[in-house]
């Protein structure tokens, strides 16, 4: 008999003014780390990145006066388990148009976890162009890294457990705001 897996709300950890305050912080390091935003974009890795990089590049405006480019990342073709995921993956389109030769790139993920999602996304820049800098950026970062990767710029750190789910939720993909940690149970 096979096992059922059940996934249970555990806790909701960040809820719309967190993710807001943290976003606003990201924002704020970004600038403060580059000494401005000279040369800067923002590149969100989809799904939840490419809101999170509009809503960042929102905040740049109000802090700094300045409109950045932000672009789109699919990150499909570059995943080391892309044969695990279906026999026809869904690719969807990639939009940066911008240069971002000699520019400082700021990737943006909801979730920080194993570190393969960024590596895939890493690959996917370096087929674009020839960046000065590339720069990290996550809503939550959760611990569990299988690569030496690091984020830049951490809305909030959450040790999790490996039986554990971060869901991140955000209005414009979801219909809500909110961060909630899942757990799995097995039956």
Not at 116 to 144: E, F, K, N, S, W
Request: some cysteine.
């Amino acid at each position: 008999m096979a096992k059922q897996i059940t996934m249970v709300d555990k806790a909701i950890i960040m809820d719309s003014q967190a993710i807001k305050r943290a976003l606003t912080r990201v924002a704020h390091e970004i600038v403060e780390r580059n000494k401005g935003v000279s040369d800067v974009t923002l590149v969100g890795i989809r799904t939840r990145g490419v809101p999170l990089a509009q809503r960042i590049a929102e905040e740049i405006k109000r802090i700094e006066g300045v409109d950045l480019p932000v672009g789109v990342l699919d990150i499909t073709l570059y995943r080391d388990d892309l044969s695990t995921l279906a026999y026809q993956p869904i690719v969807h389109e990639t939009l940066i148009p911008f240069s971002i030769n000699n520019k400082k790139v700021v990737l943006i993920d909801d979730v920080l976890f194993t570190g393969r999602t960024v590596r895939a996304a890493l690959d996917a820049i370096i087929d674009i162009g020839r960046p000065a800098a590339i720069q990290l950026a996550v809503l939550i970062d959760r611990g569990h890294r299988e690569l030496p990767i690091r984020a830049d710029y951490v809305g909030k750190n959450v040790p999790t457990s490996s039986k554990e789910i971060v869901s991140v939720q955000l209005t414009a993909t979801d219909c809500s705001e909110q961060v909630v940690i899942k757990e799995i149970i097995e039956d």
